[in-house]
């Protein structure tokens, strides 16, 4: 019975996803017409990731709010191991946002329209994909904007395990000296398990740490820092 709850619970997510971002759609086209909307679409795509928690009967709890009150652009690093993982990203970071990630999120239907504007698709076949991602990502950083990257590169299979990061985020963070925010993700899996066709309501923590500056760290010293992350969050997913 409790399977049949959790299949009942996923399929529920799922259509309601689906119908609000239709209806919604053409109100986020138009606002991705325009650069200078972007922050205006953002925030409209923030507030409906609000509503979509809120009809799934999911509740988040900020730990650590105050490394929300960010005075200059921040590279968001978290774990990654359910796709309730970008909204709740979307949810708690409504001001001036943009996602980095594998370029076969952009070939979805309608979705595609966020990574030829607001987002940057990173083309990992291609070294001239992932150059253009850098630039774009350089550009949206100086234009103000946080950049939140998942740097396991994809959902891991085992939650409790941070993946090995790749290098994209931390090279992109030590050259333009730009502060790493890591956040911590350790319950949206037991929501929304990846692949598992089961999902259930519930509460979410979302921890917050201090960001981490790279104004001294050298891209020899990435190792070093990527280790230093790893640890943080997985002291996170291991309590």
Same mark, same amino acid.
């Given at each position: 019975m ?10 529920y ?7 609000s971002?239709?209806i919604l759609?053409p ?6 017409q325009?650069k200078?909307?972007y ?11 609000k509503?979509?928690?809120?009809m799934?009967?999911?509740?988040y709890?900020?730990?650590n ?13 978290s774990n990654?191991?359910s796709y ?7 949810a708690i970071?409504?001001k ?8 076969e999120l ?12 607001i987002d940057?698709?990173v083309d990992?076949q ?9 630039r774009?990502?350089v550009?949206a950083?100086e234009?103000?904007?946080h950049?939140?990257?998942f740097p396991?590169?994809?959902i891991h299979?085992?939650?409790y395990?941070?993946?090995p990061f ?5 090279q992109?963070?030590i050259?333009?000296k730009?502060g790493?925010?890591?956040v911590?993700l350790p319950?949206?899996f037991?929501i929304?398990p ?5 999902a259930?309501?519930? /509460?979410i923590?979302i %921890? $917050?740490? =201090?960001p *981490? &500056?790279?104004s001294?760290?050298?891209v /020899?010293?990435?190792? %070093? $820092?990527? =280790?230093h *992350? &790893?640890?943080?969050?997985q002291?996170d997913l291991?309590q």
């Amino acid at each position: 019975m409790k399977q049949v709850r959790g299949h009942i619970c996923y399929y529920y997510f799922i259509l309601s996803f689906l119908v609000s971002f239709i209806i919604l759609y053409p109100f986020q086209w138009v606002l991705l017409q325009k650069k200078s909307w972007y922050p205006l679409a953002h925030r409209y795509r923030s507030t409906w990731s609000k509503i979509i928690l809120l009809m799934w009967g999911i509740s988040y709890r900020v730990i650590n709010r105050q490394y929300l009150k960010l005075n200059k652009p921040v590279i968001i690093c978290s774990n990654h191991s359910s796709y309730l993982d970008i909204l709740t990203m979307l949810a708690i970071f409504p001001k001036k946002t943009c996602f980095m990630a594998k370029a076969e999120l952009s070939d979805i239907p309608l979705f595609g329209l966020f990574f030829k504007t607001i987002d940057i698709e990173v083309d990992r076949q291609s070294g001239e994909g992932g150059a253009k991602a850098y630039r774009k990502a350089v550009r949206a950083l100086e234009a103000g904007y946080h950049l939140v990257i998942f740097p396991e590169g994809g959902i891991h299979p085992d939650p409790y395990k941070v993946k090995p990061f790749k290098n994209g985020a931390f090279q992109l963070a030590i050259r333009q000296k730009t502060g790493i925010l890591p956040v911590a993700l350790p319950d949206n899996f037991k929501i929304l398990p990846d692949g598992g066709k089961i999902a259930k309501t519930g /509460k979410i923590r979302i %921890i $917050l740490h =201090e960001p *981490l &500056s790279v104004s001294d760290v050298s891209v /020899k010293e990435m190792d %070093i $820092l990527k =280790e230093h *992350l &790893s640890e943080i969050l997985q002291n996170d997913l291991s309590q």
